[in-house]
Structures are given as C-alpha cells and as structure tokens.
C-alpha cells in the first residue's frame, strides 16, 4: 500500500481511453468501507460520464479545461442529514457554521482518500478538484442544499507523469509526547 502512496500524482491529462465499469465500482466500494465518525457514512457518489455535465462542472469549477480530458468525474457528496435528522429547510454552504459539517467533510475526505489510493492500485489517474462554489456546482446535478459537495475526482488512465513534490522529512513533523 505505501508504494500506491508514494507514487499517486495528481493527474491533469488523460489518455482517450474509457473506465471499465468494474473499476468505478471498485473505487467506490473502496470508499463505502471507509471509517466515520459514529458510523454515520455521511458519503454519495455521482458518477459522471456524460460530455455535457463535465462541461458544466469544468465551467464552474473555475473553467479547468483540462477536466475535459477525464472521461469520468465523481462527485463526492457530504450528506449532512447522516448527522442532524431534524429540520425541514436546512442549507449549508462553504460559510454554515455547523459542527456537523465539519465532521461530514472530514469523514467523507477520508472515504475520498480511500478511493484515490485504490485508483492508483487499479492503475488509473486522478486529481482532485474543489475549487468551486455550493451555489454553482449544486443545480447541475440537482444536489438538495442540504448535501455538501467536498470535491470532483477525474478519473480516467494517465497520459503524464509527474515528479514527486517536495514532502518534508519526518523529523519536521513528528512530534513526541506534547508539541
């Protein structure tokens, strides 16, 4: 599993290949079986292939063209009723001030991350993307404003290599016993 670590890019350039199905479905149970907090599996997953809402979500996504050459977006989903039950009109967006919503981002990052990882094993690329607005990336595809969007992943088969980016060395992060 660290070699998968080690040599996961973020991929901007895809090969015009399509993802087989089993593949997509195997990313996802990757993230299925991801730990929350209290089991509450806030996560959903939009499986995006179609050419006209990548390029809706590549326009709102501060029009990153290079998305385009993904042949598949996943968009991953907080569902923050996973944690408040009550409340007819709830809407969060970037600025709610929720604990909640909080901890159905950190749980749902974890389940991403789950997936990524498992990417790179099966050997495709991807890229993480989140520079978009609630406002904007939600009506595209009818995402309640009571659903958080946390991020698109491209997925699709590298047609680049990336260097690795500097990483600090341990002893620049470990800490032991107090700060």
Not at 52 to 69: D, F, P, T
Request: one cysteine or more; hydrophobic letters at 35%.
């Amino acid at each position: 599993m660290l070699n998968q670590i080690k040599t996961r890019r973020s991929i901007r350039k895809y090969i015009d290949r399509s993802v087989e199905e089993e593949k997509i479905l195997q990313l996802i149970e990757s993230a299925r079986l991801a730990p929350s907090g209290s089991n509450s599996q806030p996560w959903h997953f939009i499986i995006v292939k179609s050419e006209l809402n990548r390029q809706k979500l590549s326009n709102v996504s501060h029009n990153q063209k290079w998305m385009l050459s993904a042949p598949v977006f996943i968009v991953c989903v907080a569902d923050i009723r996973s944690r408040i039950k009550d409340g007819d009109n709830l809407s969060i967006d970037e600025n709610s001030p929720h604990p909640e919503l909080k901890q159905i981002i950190r749980d749902t990052t974890i389940a991403i991350d789950h997936m990524v990882i498992e990417a790179e094993n099966l050997g495709l690329g991807t890229c993480w993307v989140a520079w978009f607005t609630q406002e904007e990336i939600r009506p595209i595809l009818n995402i309640p404003s009571d659903k958080y969007v946390v991020s698109i992943i491209t997925v699709g088969y590298s047609d680049e290599m990336p260097k690795a980016r500097p990483r600090k060395k341990l002893d620049e992060i470990i800490h032991h016993e107090s700060w």
